[in-house]
C-alpha cells in the first residue's frame, strides 16, 4: 500500500482539563513508532514515556485507516486547558530488512520498507520545517553563518555593552585619527590621566568590546567564502530529499540489481506462486474431509477420544477417532469373554503427530498373536473383531490413510526466527515453505525436532504455510491379517509350500487317488462315492473337474441346483435367496458384461463382505468373478474380483 499522509505530526492538541484520549492518522508499524510530547502554558516542553505516560491503541488496518489513538494520562489529572499535547512519527532510523543474495524475497517485505523509509523521510521533514533556514535565492555560506552566529551569541554581553557606549567608543576613534590626539596628550598630562584613571570604568568598557570588534572584523574572509559557494550549498539543499532516499535504499537498490533475473522470473510465474499456498491446503483440506466422510458411513457412529480410554459393550460397531496431539494414547480392548462373540471396534490416530496410538488387550486375551497393536501414522486404522472361540482379537489394518500432508500457517513479525509446527516432519526435506508467495530454499531454514528456524526472521505481517509430511512406512503385515480376496489367482505355487507341509488334513473329501496319491486308507473313516473312471472324477453335478456353466441374460436368483456350478449372466443381477442352500455349498457367478451388475441379498438372508465384514448387496464389475459361500443358515460369505 501506498502512504497516503503526507505529514506525520498531529497536534499541537490544546488541553481542555477533561480530555485523554489524543487521536493521530499517520500510519506506523507499531506502538513505539510515534512519540508524544507535552507543553504546559509557559512553553516549558516533557518528552512522556510510552507504557508509563501513556498508551498507544493502533487502527487494526493501517493500510485503509492509519493511525490510532493515545491514552494520555493513564491515570492521574487530564491535560490543562493552557498546555498542549503533540504526536509525532518516532520510526528508528535504521534499515532491519536482510534479503539473502540469490535467494527468494517477499514483494510485501520491500514494500513494507519503502513505507518506512517514506516514514522517515517524512520525519525529517516535519523537523526540517520547524528549523531556521536561508532563503532559496541566498548565496551566504550555511556553515560559516552558523558558525558566525553560535560566536555572536557567545559575545551578545560584550555587543551589547558597546552598544550601549557607542557614543563613547565613537569619542575615542574619532581622536585616535586626529593629527594630535588627545589621548596622547594625555599620556603626558598627569593631570589628564588622572582624570582618565577618575574614569577607568568606562575605559575598561571600550577595551573589552574593541576585542569584540577586531574579532568581527577578522572574520570577512569566512562570511565571503560561505556568500561565494550560495549556488552549491543551495542546490544540495534543493535535492536533499531524493538524497536522503537513495542513501537510506543503498542496501535495497544493489540486491534488486544484483537478484534482477530472480525478480523478473518471479514475476513471469507470480500467478502460479499465489495460487499455490491456497491449492495446498485446499488438497489438505480435501482429503481430510473425504476420510472423516467415508469413515462416518462404515461406522453405527464416530467417536473422538484425546485421552487413554477402556473400549465399553455400547462402542460395538463404532470407529473411535483418536487425537494423539497431546501425547501418546492407548486404547484397551474390553475381554472378549465379557463380550459376545463377533464383538466389533474400529480404531484409527486421526492426527499428524509423532505420537502413537497403542491397542491394548485385557486379560489373557491376544491381537493377532500379540498383547498390542500400534498405530504410528496419521489416518492409519484397524477394526478389531473378537473370536470367543480363541480368546483373539483379529485386527485388520490399512497401513496408511487419505492423506499425509499437514499445512501449518503463521505470520512474521520481523524479529521471531523459531516456529514451531503442530508436528515432528523428521527431515527438512519432508517440508515446503511457501513465505509471502515464494517458495523458500532449504539453505534458508534448519529444522530441530518441530521447530522452524529461519537464518532471517519473516518480515512483520508477512504470512506464511509450511506444508510437511511424515513417511509412512508399509511393514509387514500382521499375522492373520492377509485374506484370501488379497492374493492373485494363481499367486500361491509349488515353490512357496514346504516339502511335506500339506497333510491329509488338507485334503478334501473323495481326492483322486490316481493324480495325488490319495487313498482312503490315508484318512481313516473316508471311503469313496460315485464313479471314478481313469483320470475323470464325477459326481451327480457332474465333472469334478470343472465348474458346470448355467447362462443366464437376464436377472436371475439363486436355485438350489446352481451348488458347485457357475453362472455367467449378462444382464438384470443375481439374487441370493433365503431357505435355498445348505452349510459347505458355493456358487460361482461371472459377470459377462462390459457393466456392473448387482448382487443383491435376498429377504431373510445376510451375506457378508469378505474382506471387511459388512453386508448388503454388492456390485460386480465388468467381467468380475465372485464366489458366495453358505457358511450358516441363511448366512453367506462373498468374495471375488471386481467386487465392491
Same mark, same amino acid.
Given at each position: 500500500?501506498?502512504?497516503?499522509?503526507?505529514?506525520?505530526?498531529?497536534?499541537?492538541?490544546?488541553?481542555?482539563?477533561?480530555?485523554?484520549?489524543?487521536?493521530?492518522?499517520?500510519?506506523?508499524?507499531?506502538?513505539?513508532?510515534?512519540?508524544?510530547?507535552?507543553?504546559?502554558?509557559?512553553?516549558?516542553?516533557?518528552?512522556?514515556?510510552?507504557?508509563?505516560?501513556?498508551?498507544?491503541?493502533?487502527?487494526?488496518?493501517?493500510?485503509?485507516?492509519?493511525?490510532?489513538?493515545?491514552?494520555?494520562?493513564?491515570?492521574?489529572?487530564?491535560?490543562?486547558?493552557?498546555?498542549?499535547?503533540?504526536?509525532?512519527?518516532?520510526?528508528?532510523?535504521?534499515?532491519?530488512?536482510?534479503?539473502?543474495?540469490?535467494?527468494?524475497?517477499?514483494?510485501?517485505?520491500?514494500?513494507?520498507?519503502?513505507?518506512?523509509?517514506?516514514?522517515?523521510?517524512?520525519?525529517?521533514?516535519?523537523?526540517? &520545517?520547524?528549523?531556521?533556514?536561508?532563503?532559496?535565492?541566498?548565496?551566504?555560506?550555511?556553515?560559516?553563518?552558523?558558525?558566525?552566529?553560535?560566536?555572536?551569541?557567545?559575545?551578545?554581553?560584550?555587543?551589547?555593552?558597546?552598544?550601549?557606549?557607542?557614543?563613547?567608543?565613537?569619542?575615542?576613534?574619532?581622536?585616535?585619527?586626529?593629527?594630535?590626539?588627545?589621548?596622547?596628550?594625555?599620556?603626558?598630562?598627569?593631570?589628564?590621566?588622572?582624570?582618565?584613571?577618575?574614569?577607568?570604568?568606562?575605559?575598561?568598557?571600550?577595551?573589552?568590546?574593541?576585542?569584540?570588534?577586531?574579532?568581527?572584523?577578522?572574520?570577512?574572509?569566512?562570511?565571503?567564502?560561505?556568500?561565494?559557494?550560495?549556488?552549491?550549498?543551495?542546490?544540495?539543499?534543493?535535492?536533499?530529499?531524493?538524497?536522503?532516499?537513495?542513501?537510506?535504499?543503498?542496501?535495497?537498490?544493489?540486491?534488486?540489481?544484483?537478484?534482477?533475473?530472480?525478480?523478473?522470473?518471479?514475476?513471469?510465474?507470480?500467478?502460479?506462486?499465489?495460487?499455490?499456498?491456497?491449492?495446498?491446503?485446499?488438497?489438505?483440506?480435501?482429503?481430510?474431509?473425504?476420510?472423516?466422510?467415508?469413515?462416518?458411513?462404515?461406522?453405527?457412529?464416530?467417536?473422538?477420544?484425546?485421552?487413554?480410554?477402556?473400549?465399553?459393550?455400547?462402542?460395538?460397531?463404532?470407529?473411535?477417532?483418536? &487425537?494423539?496431539?497431546?501425547?501418546?494414547?492407548?486404547?484397551?480392548?474390553?475381554?472378549?469373554?465379557?463380550?459376545?462373540?463377533?464383538?466389533?471396534?474400529?480404531?484409527?490416530?486421526?492426527?499428524?503427530?509423532?505420537?502413537?496410538?497403542?491397542? @491394548?488387550?485385557?486379560?489373557?486375551?491376544?491381537?493377532?498373536?500379540?498383547?498390542?497393536?500400534?498405530?504410528?501414522?496419521?489416518?492409519?486404522?484397524?477394526?478389531?473383531?473378537?473370536?470367543?472361540?480363541?480368546?483373539?482379537?483379529?485386527?485388520?489394518?490399512?497401513?496408511?490413510?487419505?492423506?499425509?500432508?499437514?499445512?501449518?500457517?503463521?505470520?512474521?513479525?520481523?524479529?521471531?526466527?523459531?516456529?514451531?509446527?503442530?508436528?515432528?516432519?523428521?527431515?527438512?526435506?519432508?517440508?515446503?515453505?511457501?513465505?509471502?508467495?515464494?517458495?523458500?530454499?532449504?539453505?534458508?531454514?534448519?529444522?530441530?525436532?518441530?521447530?522452524?528456524?529461519?537464518?532471517?526472521?519473516?518480515?512483520?505481517?508477512?504470512?506464511?504455510?509450511?506444508?510437511?509430511?511424515?513417511?509412512?512406512?508399509?511393514?509387514?503385515?500382521?499375522?492373520?491379517?492377509?485374506?484370501?480376496?488379497?492374493?492373485?489367482?494363481?499367486?500361491?505355487?509349488?515353490?512357496?509350500?514346504?516339502?511335506?507341509?500339506?497333510?491329509?488334513?488338507?485334503?478334501?473329501?473323495?481326492?483322486?487317488?490316481?493324480?495325488?496319491?490319495?487313498?482312503?486308507?490315508?484318512?481313516?473313516?473316508?471311503?469313496?462315492?460315485?464313479?471314478?473312471?481313469?483320470?475323470?472324477?464325477?459326481?451327480?453335478?457332474?465333472?469334478?473337474?470343472?465348474?458346470?456353466?448355467?447362462?443366464?441374460?437376464?436377472?436371475?436368483?439363486?436355485?438350489?441346483?446352481?451348488?458347485?456350478?457357475?453362472?455367467?449372466?449378462?444382464?438384470?443381477?443375481?439374487?441370493?435367496?433365503?431357505?435355498?442352500?445348505?452349510?459347505?455349498?458355493?456358487?460361482?457367478?461371472?459377470?459377462?458384461?462390459?457393466?456392473? @451388475?448387482?448382487?443383491?441379498?435376498?429377504?431373510?438372508?445376510?451375506?457378508?463382505?469378505?474382506? &471387511?465384514?459388512?453386508?448388503?448387496?454388492?456390485?460386480?464389475?465388468?467381467?468380475?468373478?465372485?464366489?458366495?459361500?453358505?457358511?450358516?443358515?441363511?448366512?453367506?460369505?462373498?468374495?471375488?474380483?471386481?467386487?465392491?
Amino acid at each position: 500500500m501506498t502512504i497516503a499522509s503526507t505529514t506525520r505530526k498531529a497536534g499541537p492538541l490544546l488541553g481542555t482539563g477533561s480530555q485523554t484520549a489524543w487521536p493521530f492518522a499517520f500510519k506506523v508499524f507499531a506502538a513505539g513508532d510515534v512519540a508524544v510530547t507535552i507543553a504546559n502554558s509557559a512553553g516549558v516542553e516533557t518528552a512522556l514515556v510510552l507504557n508509563t505516560d501513556y498508551s498507544v491503541a493502533l487502527n487494526s488496518n493501517q493500510e485503509t485507516s492509519p493511525g490510532g489513538t493515545i491514552t494520555y494520562p493513564i491515570s492521574g489529572s487530564a491535560l490543562p486547558s493552557g498546555s498542549v499535547l503533540t504526536v509525532s512519527g518516532d520510526v528508528d532510523y535504521d534499515q532491519p530488512l536482510d534479503l539473502p543474495s540469490g535467494g527468494n524475497f517477499s514483494p510485501l517485505a520491500i514494500e513494507n520498507q519503502l513505507d518506512r523509509a517514506t516514514m522517515q523521510i517524512q520525519q525529517l521533514k516535519e523537523q526540517v &520545517d520547524r528549523s531556521a533556514k536561508l532563503p532559496v535565492t541566498s548565496s551566504v555560506d550555511a556553515d560559516a553563518l552558523v558558525a558566525d552566529l553560535v560566536r555572536l551569541a557567545d559575545s551578545a554581553d560584550n555587543i551589547d555593552t558597546a552598544v550601549a557606549n557607542i557614543a563613547a567608543i565613537q569619542t575615542v576613534a574619532s581622536d585616535l585619527n586626529e593629527p594630535v590626539s588627545e589621548i596622547n596628550t594625555v599620556a603626558v598630562s598627569i593631570a589628564n590621566v588622572d582624570a582618565v584613571g577618575t574614569n577607568i570604568t568606562s575605559v575598561t568598557t571600550v577595551a573589552g568590546i574593541s576585542a569584540n570588534v577586531t574579532t568581527v572584523a577578522g572574520n570577512a574572509t569566512n562570511i565571503n567564502a560561505v556568500a561565494g559557494n550560495a549556488t552549491n550549498i543551495n542546490a544540495v539543499n534543493a535535492n536533499k530529499t531524493n538524497i536522503d532516499t537513495v542513501a537510506s535504499n543503498n542496501t535495497n537498490v544493489n540486491t534488486v540489481a544484483t537478484n534482477i533475473t530472480a525478480v523478473n522470473t518471479a514475476a513471469t510465474n507470480i500467478s502460479a506462486i499465489i495460487a499455490a499456498p491456497s491449492q495446498a491446503a485446499a488438497a489438505a483440506a480435501s482429503a481430510a474431509a473425504a476420510a472423516a466422510s467415508a469413515a462416518s458411513g462404515m461406522y453405527s457412529s464416530v467417536q473422538d477420544k484425546s485421552a487413554n480410554y477402556t473400549v465399553v459393550a455400547g462402542d460395538a460397531g463404532d470407529l473411535l477417532r483418536v &487425537d494423539s496431539s497431546g501425547g501418546a494414547r492407548t486404547i484397551t480392548l474390553p475381554a472378549i469373554s465379557s463380550q459376545d462373540d463377533g464383538f466389533k471396534v474400529a480404531i484409527v490416530k486421526w492426527t499428524g503427530d509423532a505420537n502413537t496410538v497403542t491397542v @491394548q488387550c485385557s486379560g489373557s486375551d491376544l491381537i493377532n498373536g500379540s498383547t498390542t497393536y500400534v498405530l504410528d501414522a496419521q489416518y492409519k486404522s484397524a477394526t478389531f473383531v473378537a473370536d470367543f472361540e480363541t480368546n483373539t482379537w483379529f485386527g485388520a489394518g490399512t497401513g496408511s490413510g487419505g492423506t499425509n500432508i499437514v499445512v501449518d500457517a503463521f505470520t512474521g513479525d520481523g524479529s521471531t526466527t523459531a516456529f514451531t509446527l503442530s508436528g515432528e516432519p523428521g527431515s527438512k526435506n519432508n517440508t515446503l515453505i511457501i513465505l509471502g508467495g515464494v517458495g523458500q530454499l532449504k539453505s534458508s531454514y534448519s529444522l530441530a525436532g518441530a521447530v522452524i528456524t529461519f537464518s532471517a526472521a519473516p518480515p512483520n505481517g508477512v504470512l506464511f504455510e509450511v506444508s510437511w509430511s511424515v513417511p509412512i512406512a508399509i511393514g509387514t503385515p500382521s499375522d492373520g491379517t492377509v485374506s484370501a480376496v488379497k492374493l492373485a489367482d494363481a499367486a500361491v505355487t509349488t515353490s512357496k509350500l514346504a516339502d511335506t507341509s500339506v497333510t491329509s488334513a488338507k485334503l478334501a473329501s473323495g481326492a483322486a487317488a490316481a493324480n495325488i496319491g490319495y487313498t482312503p486308507a490315508n484318512k481313516a473313516g473316508e471311503t469313496f462315492t460315485g464313479p471314478v473312471v481313469a483320470t475323470a472324477l464325477s459326481d451327480a453335478i457332474g465333472n469334478a473337474r470343472s465348474i458346470p456353466q448355467n447362462a443366464k441374460t437376464a436377472s436371475y436368483t439363486l436355485a438350489a441346483t446352481d451348488n458347485g456350478q457357475h453362472i455367467s449372466i449378462t444382464t438384470g443381477g443375481v439374487t441370493v435367496p433365503s431357505g435355498v442352500f445348505s452349510v459347505g455349498q458355493s456358487v460361482v457367478i461371472f459377470n459377462n458384461s462390459a457393466s456392473a @451388475q448387482t448382487i443383491t441379498q435376498g429377504a431373510s438372508t445376510t451375506v457378508y463382505n469378505a474382506g &471387511d465384514g459388512t453386508t448388503g448387496n454388492r456390485t460386480l464389475g465388468a467381467r468380475g468373478l465372485a464366489t458366495v459361500l453358505c457358511v450358516a443358515s441363511n448366512v453367506f460369505a462373498i468374495t471375488g474380483a471386481g467386487l465392491s
